[in-house]
């Protein structure tokens, strides 16, 4: 408790990497983890960064990334891993805006690899998805990205191939801004939360085609229905008259899956430290490949002041369900409090990581308890007629004709009428009769917790945005599914059935209305752009480079088709983008569709040694 | 139209054998008929959302308030315009910088990553069955390869007592192709081993998932020497607890006429009806116990009980289902 703590200071910075380094070193983890992401670390200085030897922190123009195998084990669980330069998380890059980066990737596995850089805008051939953007880097191959860094702010890489980002190829990547940071605070952690499985994703994938089930443990069942809890008998009958499944939250979950930030489960307890009085900036980065986490830090509020890289105007809440490839920063000042739990709890509640920010090592606040798992409404299945009833002020008028229509209406589940863009088939069990928008919603499982909860309402981009022009048209892209049959779309076709690409003329300003035809949420990324949720008054809506779209319900975004190319366009849930939820999305100039892209020649990629 | 197929299958297979099909007749039907009775005002019931003109979303909002009003367009002139799209272009911008054939081979390749294709094993049943006389062994297995419309399945279900010549040994390889969201064509040919004479026959079913969970299939088997027999199945995963499932089931199978030489009288041959309370802990090996009777019905009894054997029988059984 004492306020002369040495650990606790924050000048002797190296001093304190160094022993972060020893105490992971006699936990026998410290190979595996860079220095920014063991537990004791100091954070990441905010000041000009420079890469410090074995820090795990990359810098400067030239960078070097060496992709590779490795094993890696956690809460018992050991298997296989694919990781950077021998880590996992892998290197965090700390980039500065308006530099230009040249990052030369080795392959050293014995098939494809390409890394992602998930959210900086790059030229369309830098983007790294094989077969839309390059053509991979194959084995002994090095490719090397080279762009310019054109904003600011948290993001992450990822591999694009054969889900490689499951088996641990995941890494954070830091931009600061050109100028003065109006956001610097006295110290910064970043946490990369992830979930890790012994099985791999290939096999969970065959697993839940044998049974979509397979890894839900928490069903409802008879036990629960005779002691009241869950659903009640009527709407247990009712929903399993349209086989829906209301606890079909998670199809990959605990019961496989360790969740670890930075690399490290619960029993690991990640720590990073602060100072008292001090304002501690989160650089919060979901990198899963299945799980969306619901993030919070018991007794401390957590003020946004970023989400996916953007500036967002400050917005103070208690907890945020972070979707997969989102990030948030968030600003927290703990005070004289001496710990806190850092708690990142699977969307289902099948499991949940611990992390602790401490004023020195060795402290532990409380571990919660996983909270009862939710069970999904009819809002969840596009049925929810509520918000067609109630206005803004909550009248509720039962009298008006409006509502003895929908009184005791049978919803038709599949009626082509309602989304006739999308293909019907064997890959589409339901389509959502009345999706509403949900941005205003709190996200699923948390719609009744007793604090603050961040719903992308709330979010305000700090900065106007840059385009405000009002949409030229727009379209509907329905993300559609068979759960049970554990098949994955979008408008009712998969991304392995080659289907057309989603055309867009460069600098045209387009609508894109997302339609949640399944119960489940999906986080969705579009690849080269930035887009602005149509949310609140135009000017400063929030803007992202991954949506959460909520069961049943839909999204709207605005986008400006500056990225000229081809981009990949699809929910980062990585079984249900490898499913078929996914499509091409490509920005064509009007009128000279071949003539111009020999500027790009100066930008190519090099390829070195292993090839030809 | 694959609804319309099902019920086609359907109708003619079992309307009177067995109430199962009729089950998932059912369910095929509501997949269509739904539709007539639905008030289709409420697709226009979305638009007073889009159009509703609103006040400022603030930024504090709850969620009790409902977003599909509050977010959606904060003002008229916020309305997306009716532009045309561009046309949908053919050409790969990355062939420019990168080579055209490596990148031709890289897209098949993403393509193809994502055509799931697989092999599985599923054995439901596979059982000691100790009963009043001689115990014996049962089992219901199928191994399939194949994507998620169409699978090539090879499913096998026996039963025998020890000691004695099994009693049934039934083979069957068919193609499974997807109709509907749940529901499946079977088209193949079945052959028993036993009982004897051997015989060979082909295969129309369709199988799939009722409302309600009911897991129901209905088959309509016509042999080599052109005698007709159907066969219906259900059943039903009943969770207790998360761990503790009880499975009831029923089988039950018809003949369209006599065929002395399998001891068979036309009508209901055969009816069984199993209750299977298993230990799910782990999916790929789950233990069950349970019950398990059996009764061969009408004209085929009658002939059972001419040869000296029993025309029913119950056993208690311990088995596993495993999943590989």
Redesign the interface.
């Known amino acids: 408790m004492s306020k002369f703590d040495p650990a606790a200071a924050p000048i002797p910075r190296r001093r304190l990497l160094a022993m972060g380094g020893a105490l992971a070193g006699s936990l026998g983890v410290a190979g595996l983890f860079p220095a920014w992401a063991r537990s004791g670390t100091a954070g990441i200085a905010h000041a000009s960064p420079h890469a410090t030897a074995g820090s795990g922190v990359l810098s400067g123009a030239a960078i070097a990334l060496r992709i590779g195998e490795s094993h890696f084990a956690t809460g018992g669980r050991s298997s296989h891993a694919v990781t950077v330069n021998g880590t996992l998380p892998a290197p965090l890059l700390r980039l500065r805006e308006g530099q230009t980066v040249r990052i030369a990737v080795t392959n050293t596995l014995a098939e494809?690899t390409s890394i992602h850089w998930h959210g900086l805008l790059v030229p369309?051939?830098m983007d790294g998805v094989?077969?839309?953007?390059?053509?991979?880097i194959d084995p002994g191959e090095t490719f090397t990205y080279e762009f310019p860094l054109t904003h600011s702010g948290t993001f992450w890489y990822h591999s694009h191939s054969?889900m490689q980002e499951a088996v641990g190829l995941y890494g954070p990547i830091v931009i600061d801004p050109a100028g003065p940071d109006p956001l610097a605070c006295e110290r910064e952690h970043v946490l990369v939360l992830s979930d890790w499985s012994p099985i791999h994703p290939h096999e969970q994938?065959?697993?839940l085609?044998?049974?979509s089930g397979?890894f839900n443990?928490?069903?409802?069942?008879?036990?629960g229905l005779l002691a009241g809890k869950d659903q009640s008998l009527a709407d247990r009958?009712a929903w399993?008259?349209?086989?829906m499944d209301a606890t079909d939250i998670s199809d990959v979950t605990g019961t496989t899956y360790s969740f670890l930030v930075n690399g490290h489960g619960t029993a690991e307890n990640w720590t990073g430290l602060f100072a008292p009085g001090e304002r501690v900036r989160l650089r919060v980065i979901n990198a899963s490949s299945m799980t969306n986490f619901n993030f919070r830090i018991p007794g401390l509020p957590l003020k946004v002041v970023a989400a996916d890289g953007n500036p967002v105007?400050p917005?103070e809440t208690d907890e945020v369900q972070i979707a997969i490839a989102e990030t948030y920063d968030f600003i927290v000042e703990p005070g004289e409090v001496e710990s806190y739990a850092i708690v990142a709890e699977a969307l289902d509640r099948s499991g949940q990581v611990r992390a602790t920010l401490a004023r020195r090592m060795g402290l532990a606040a409380a571990v919660p308890e996983i909270r009862r798992r939710p069970v999904l409404t009819m809002r969840d299945m596009g049925m929810d007629?509520?918000?067609?009833d109630?206005?803004?002020d909550?009248e509720i008028d039962l009298s008006k004709p409006?509502n003895e229509?929908?009184a005791g209406?049978?919803?038709?589940?599949?009626?082509p009428?309602?989304a006739p863009t999308v293909k019907m088939?064997?890959?589409?069990?339901t389509l959502s009769?009345?999706?509403?928008?949900?941005?205003?919603?709190?996200p699923t499982g948390l719609?009744d917790v007793d604090h603050r909860?961040l719903?992308?309402?709330?979010?305000?981009a700090r900065d106007p945005n840059p385009d405000p022009r009002?949409?030229?048209?727009?379209?509907d892209v329905h993300l559609t599914a068979?759960m049970?049959?554990?098949?994955w779309s979008m408008d009712g076709t998969?991304?392995?059935e080659?289907p057309?690409?989603i055309?867009?003329?460069l600098g045209?300003r387009?609508?894109v209305n997302l339609v949640n035809d399944t119960m489940m949420p999906h986080p969705i990324h579009l690849h080269g752009h930035f887009f602005e949720l149509?949310?609140?008054?135009?000017g400063n809506r929030p803007r992202k480079h991954t949506v959460n779209v909520l069961p049943g319900g839909k999204v709207?975004f605005d986008l400006t088709a500056d990225g000229?190319?081809?981009w990949a366009f699809h929910c980062h849930m990585l079984l249900h983008m490898?499913?078929?939820m996914?499509r091409v999305v490509?920005v064509?100039r009007?009128g000279e569709?071949?003539e111009r892209?020999?500027g790009?020649?100066g930008h190519?990629?090099h390829m070195g040694a292993g090839e030809g | 139209m694959a609804p319309t197929l099902s019920r086609l299958i359907l109708a003619p297979l079992l309307v009177s054998t067995m109430p199962f099909a009729a089950c998932a007749q059912e369910a095929s039907a509501a997949a269509t008929h739904d539709h007539s009775s639905m008030d289709h005002s409420m697709h226009g019931m979305e638009m007073p959302a889009q159009e509703m003109p609103q006040p400022t979303a603030t930024p504090v909002m709850d969620h009790s308030a409902h977003a599909g009003h509050a977010t959606s367009e904060a003002t008229v002139s916020d309305q997306p315009g009716d532009a045309p799209p561009p046309p949908v272009p053919t050409d790969h911008p990355a062939d420019r910088i990168f080579a055209p054939d490596r990148m031709a081979a890289s897209r098949k390749a993403m393509i193809g990553e994502m055509r799931f294709s697989t092999f599985a094993l599923q054995v439901d049943q596979l059982e000691y069955r100790a009963a009043k006389g001689r115990d014996g062994s049962g089992w219901d297995a199928q191994a399939w390869y194949g994507g998620d419309i169409d699978r090539v399945v090879l499913a096998s279900e026996g039963e025998g007592s020890f000691g004695e010549r099994a009693e049934r040994i039934e083979l069957a390889g068919y193609w499974r192709h997807a109709l509907d969201p749940w529901f499946n064509l079977q088209l193949g040919v079945r052959h028993d081993f036993r009982p004897d004479p051997q015989r060979t026959y082909a295969l129309i079913g369709i199988e799939g998932l009722a409302p309600y969970w009911f897991e129901v299939s209905g088959q309509v088997l016509v042999s080599d020497k052109g005698d007709t027999h159907a066969r219906g199945k259900a059943a039903y995963q009943q969770r207790i607890t998360r761990t503790l499932v009880v499975e009831p089931e029923a089988e039950v199978d018809f003949a369209f006429q006599d065929v002395p030489d399998l001891s068979v009288g036309s009508g209901f041959e055969r009816l069984e009806l199993g209750a299977r309370l298993r230990y799910d802990r782990n999916r790929s090996l789950a233990p069950y116990v349970g019950v398990h009777w059996e009764r061969k019905l009408g004209q085929t009894a009658r002939l059972a009980r001419a040869a000296g054997d029993d025309a029913s029988g119950v056993s208690a059984v311990v088995g596993v289902r495993a999943m590989f």
């Open positions: 494809q369309f051939h094989p077969g839309v953007s390059f053509p991979g054969g994938m065959r697993r085609k044998m049974m397979y443990r928490q069903k409802q069942d008879l036990a009958l399993g008259q349209m086989r105007q917005v007629m509520s918000g067609m109630m206005g803004q909550g409006a229509s929908m209406h049978s919803m038709k589940m599949r009626d009428a309602v088939g064997p890959g589409v069990a009769p009345m999706p509403v928008d949900r941005l205003a919603d709190r719609e909860v719903t992308y309402a709330e979010l305000r009002v949409p030229s048209r727009q379209i068979n049970e049959r554990y098949m998969a991304m392995s080659n057309d690409p055309p867009f003329r045209e387009v609508r149509v949310s609140g008054e135009p709207s000229e190319g081809d490898h499913a078929g996914m490509t064509r009007d569709p071949e892209h020999s790009h020649e190519q990629g």
